[in-house]
């Protein structure tokens, strides 16, 4: 007896905490399905009390059953006493003990006295309270200042993107849980009130006076992150309507004074939508959509189904946005309607494939703008930078797979960076490139009609692009693409492949290894990684740049492979691997090939057929060659020689700006050698351009003034032939009020001026800028005021951008800072002043900011002292831990780089010069 009662002690005290151990998996438990939300919010908008309250009541199908209630909640509070449970049989006890939080999580628990039974629907209501969040996510408040009576408004707006629904109401917080929605907002009758959908009806607060309820029709299923409201005065600048299907009709909400910067982005909108319909062949399926611009934003804009928010900035133009402001404005646009489908109507089923989303998305806006603004040439242009910057983050070992499990708000929030937006595009772009238009149309509207209101993973796509080319007699039956397409989206990197012809036989020869910039070249086996590499191959005497379906594959892992080439190559032919880049790898040829793509480049007025992409990747190649001692940069210096003839944008583009990374890193006669080298590249492009003291207004086209900005800033910078003397007078002439300068222009003509003319250019452009009101042209003043060689002046005018209160002014700090750290006058004095204010960085800056910030520091910095000085000032500030760590491996990359290769860098340009 007595051995038995000491058991049923133990058996007391091990109960309870056993029965309340802390739920802590990352996902939500699967036994309760959540069918339907019923929001009612309430928004205070009083100045010194910013809050809402509200209470939602959720309809949650049993399909386990359970004893508890989990779902997410976070700063809110909540009112236990006024939680209820009805449904199934009677209603469900719940006491005071019965909750319990995971603060990694933001879990909420309800344990319950009884099971919830299967196959049963419960009502929980839940009432809360919060205020509105100061930063920008969840709920949170805006504001702008009105400009005629300088009184401040404030507004309320969501950002539940991607885990913050659970700061504005308790419910399911993942993409897979999608419900209905019946949104009821309250406000004082002075404001808007928006949602996903229309408004169904409005009646008085029962007990506010001059307060309204309105109740918006029920939004289809949808996942909580794309769930929004908004409760605003914001002007209505037009109401239009979409030829499209259901004629959506949309409004645009912005603050007064912004009202008629809006046009282009009213008037896109609705053609985006139209062209995705026409695209997709699935319907719109709402009937109206918000375009709301925030004054303050989290993002560039969110993609909300029916009231989809901007940043203000991002929303309006200006005839002084510099030409890659407008066209990246107009990309966040198209990115944000293609949206609607990919990830609205077609979810991913979990964060870790959030490039499901943002890959098509970033891809399909290209296509978009290509098609319904051809001459602004951007889809090419975005598909080069993106290629540009894949092929540099991804040669770093530390490159992450696009598709890779994240767990709590932080890893999630981690998801959405640049890497996975363009990857996921250029992923994209390969299955298009690979299976042809007809294949991939028709895969992409089987995928979005199968899975419309449904949830995804990247199989589900594989699946219907395997399905789609098979049907077009693309890919072979037994063919699996799912499992080469996984060896480019479960792993980061990417491989170098070999390719080596046998002249007797005709047959080339293939093998990969991934590419390392810092470590040099692994052998694939050795790293493990390898990748399915869809291969096509083009020859001189048959150069259709077109066929970019695949002729084999190398497989992963990698048996010996061959390919025969047309039998009608000569041996004094060349042949190119990846037509139009439109796979991601890079290739490196036996030496003979190379001579004779070089010499074609050089000799042929059209360039032996190879197209632009293609031009700009043999330079990319050789460069990164170079750099892992492969081959010798003589090789990269012979390709270079064609550029005197190259007239597009994104070669010169390219190879500039792979020639100006090294040449920070050179110095003395190295340095002197550096200069003299690019003032005779830059010569011939030079020359072709018009005068820029001569230019009054933008007679040219769109495609041609970026590629003038390029030529003209790097000339001057150079000092080739007398583009300094051209700026100098530009500026003299516009700066005075004589003429108006592109935008693009201005810029270059102010940095030259103001690089070589002192200190009074120096304050006339700074008065400029404090008397300027326009965010776009403080944007050029401050990117100008970066070319100064006086430090004091400089100095001066970085403390006040960083002083100042108004966001337009202090993100002029980074526009300056960054020009002043890419120019050798005061880079180094300009990366003491990021240093020493890095904590007033952190207070102003988002993370976003800082690691591009930090990245543009470490670009010249070579000795070891640097990586010992940034590691001692950044070391306690947690928003610089992240990209310090980037940073530290750049400084590595170019220590060893100056240790190993900047000798043959130097003497193969020597011998070009
Ligand atoms: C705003 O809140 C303050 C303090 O709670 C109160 O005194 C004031 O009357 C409120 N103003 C309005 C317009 O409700
Ligand atoms: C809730 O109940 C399920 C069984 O339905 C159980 O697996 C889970 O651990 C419980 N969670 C908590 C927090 O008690
Ligand atoms: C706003 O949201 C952030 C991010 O979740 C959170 O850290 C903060 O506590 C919230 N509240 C306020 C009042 O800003
Ligand atoms: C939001 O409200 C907080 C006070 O709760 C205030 O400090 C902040 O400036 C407000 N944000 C905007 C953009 O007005
Ligand atoms: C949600 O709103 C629709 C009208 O839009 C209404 O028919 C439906 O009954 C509402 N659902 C609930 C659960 O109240
Ligand atoms: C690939 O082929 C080249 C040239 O034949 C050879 O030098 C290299 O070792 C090979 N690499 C691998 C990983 O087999
Ligand atoms: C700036 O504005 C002031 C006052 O309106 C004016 O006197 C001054 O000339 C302006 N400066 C420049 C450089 O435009
Ligand atoms: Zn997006």
Not at 103 to 128: K, N
Request: hydrophobic fraction near 40%.
């Amino acid at each position: 007896m007595l051995g038995s009662t000491s058991i049923y002690c133990l058996l007391l005290l091990l109960m309870p905490s056993a029965s309340l151990a802390v739920y802590d998996h990352y996902r939500l438990p699967t036994a309760l399905e959540p069918q339907h939300y019923d929001i009612r919010i309430l928004t205070h908008l009083n100045a010194s009390d910013l809050r809402f309250e509200g209470a939602v009541r959720i309809d949650l199908l049993v399909l386990q059953a359970t004893r508890n209630i989990t779902l997410h909640a976070r700063n809110l509070r909540i009112d236990k006493s006024g939680i209820s449970l009805t449904g199934g049989e009677e209603r469900q006890c719940l006491s005071d003990m019965d909750i319990e939080l995971n603060e990694v999580y933001d879990y909420y628990t309800l344990h319950l006295c009884r099971d919830l039974e299967l196959g049963q629907t419960y009502q929980l209501t839940m009432h809360f309270e919060s205020s509105l969040n100061a930063t920008e996510s969840g709920y949170y408040n805006s504001s702008y200042t009105d400009a005629a009576s300088q009184e401040k408004h404030y507004l309320a707006v969501t950002q539940f993107s991607p885990t913050f629904a659970r700061q504005a109401f308790p419910c399911f917080d993942e993409p897979p849980w999608k419900a209905t929605f019946n949104v009821t907002l309250g406000y004082h009758k002075r404001y808007t009130g928006l949602s996903n959908m229309p408004i169904r009806q409005c009646r008085k607060h029962e007990s506010l006076l001059d307060y309204v309820w309105c109740e918006h029709e029920q939004l289809s299923r949808t996942s909580t992150y794309l769930v929004a409201f908004a409760v605003h005065d914001l002007t209505n600048a037009a109401t239009v309507q979409s030829d499209t299907k259901n004629r959506v009709i949309f409004r645009n909400w912005l603050q007064p004074k912004a009202v008629d910067q809006a046009n282009f982005s009213i008037a896109m909108a609705p053609r985006v939508i139209g062209y995705f319909e026409d695209l997709f062949r699935v319907d719109f399926p709402l009937r109206k959509i918000d375009q709301l611009a925030a004054p303050t934003h989290r993002f560039s804009a969110m993609e909300n189904w029916g009231l989809v928010t901007f940043k203000e900035a991002k929303f309006v133009h200006s005839p002084k946005d510099l030409q890659a402001a407008r066209d990246g404005k107009a990309k966040t646009l198209a990115h944000e309607y293609a949206h609607q489908w990919f990830g609205n109507l077609v979810t991913m089923k979990w964060w870790n494939d959030l490039w499901l989303k943002e890959g098509p998305s970033t891809y399909f806006a290209y296509l978009a703008l290509d098609a319904l603004q051809p001459d602004w040439c951007c889809g090419e242009r975005f598909i080069g930078e993106d290629l540009e910057r894949f092929f540099l983050q991804d040669s770093a070992s530390s490159a992450r797979a696009i598709s890779r499990e994240v767990k709590d708000p932080a890893q999630i929030l981690g998801q959405f960076s640049e890497y996975v937006y363009e990857k996921g595009a250029l992923i994209m772009r390969m299955l298009h490139k690979m299976i042809g238009e007809e294949a991939f149309l028709l895969a992409i509207r089987s995928y979005l009609s199968v899975h419309s209101f449904g949830n995804v993973e990247q199989a589900h796509l594989w699946q219907s692009m395997q399905a789609a080319a098979v049907e077009e007699k693309v890919l072979h039956p037994d063919f699996n693409l799912g499992r080469a397409m996984d060896s480019w989206t479960l792993q980061g990197g990417y491989p170098l492949v070999t390719a080596v012809r046998d002249y007797e036989t005709g047959s080339v020869s293939l093998n990969q290894t991934r590419f390392y910039l810092e470590k040099g070249l692994r052998e694939g086996a050795a790293t493990g990684n390898c990748w399915w590499v869809p291969l096509s191959l083009v020859s001189q005497n048959d150069p259709d740049f077109e066929r970019t379906r695949p002729q084999s594959w190398l497989e992963c892992p990698t048996s010996a492979h061959t390919v025969e080439l047309p039998l009608s190559t000569a041996l004094n032919e060349w042949f190119i691997l990846n037509p139009q880049v439109s796979v991601i790898y890079r290739v490196n040829y036996d030496e003979h090939n190379w001579r004779m793509i070089i010499s074609t480049l050089a000799n042929d007025p059209s360039f032996g057929g190879i197209p632009g992409y293609n031009r700009v990747q043999l330079m990319d190649d050789l460069m990164a060659l170079g750099a892992v001692k492969l081959l010798s940069y003589d090789w990269a210096f012979d390709l270079f020689e064609y550029l005197q003839r190259e007239e597009e944008f994104l070669p010169w583009k390219r190879s500039l700006g792979l020639l100006d990374r090294l040449g920070m890193l050179l110095s003395g006669r190295q340095a002197t050698e550096f200069k003299v080298y690019m003032a005779k590249l830059l010569t011939a492009p030079y020359s072709r351009l018009p005068k820029l003291g001569a230019i009054t207004s933008m007679s040219s086209t769109n495609r041609e003034v970026s590629l003038m900005r390029l030529i003209y800033a790097q000339a001057c910078r150079y000092r080739v032939d007398d583009c300094v003397a051209q700026a100098r007078q530009a500026f003299l002439r516009d700066s005075n009020g004589f003429l108006e300068l592109p935008a693009d222009l201005q810029e270059v003509a102010y940095c030259t001026a103001i690089e070589q003319g002192g200190e009074a250019n120096f304050q006339h452009v700074m008065q400029l800028f404090r008397n300027s009101t326009n965010a776009p042209q403080q944007g050029i003043y401050a990117s100008a005021l970066g070319c100064s060689r006086n430090i004091s002046l400089l100095g001066e005018f970085l403390d006040y951008t960083l002083q100042s209160e108004k966001e337009e002014v202090s993100d002029c700090y980074m526009l300056t800072v960054k020009t002043a750290l890419t120019r050798e006058n005061v880079a180094i004095e300009a990366a003491d002043h990021i240093l020493s204010h890095a904590k007033r960085l952190t207070e102003k800056f988002k993370k976003r900011q800082l690691t591009s910030l930090l990245q543009t520091l470490a670009g010249n910095l070579h000795r070891p002292e640097d990586s010992a000085r940034l590691k001692e000032q950044l070391k306690d500030l947690k928003q610089f831990e992240e990209p310090l760590q980037k940073a530290l491996d750049m400084v590595k990359v170019n220590q060893q780089w100056q240790r190993d290769c900047s000798g043959d860098f130097s003497q193969a340009l020597g011998r070009h010069i």
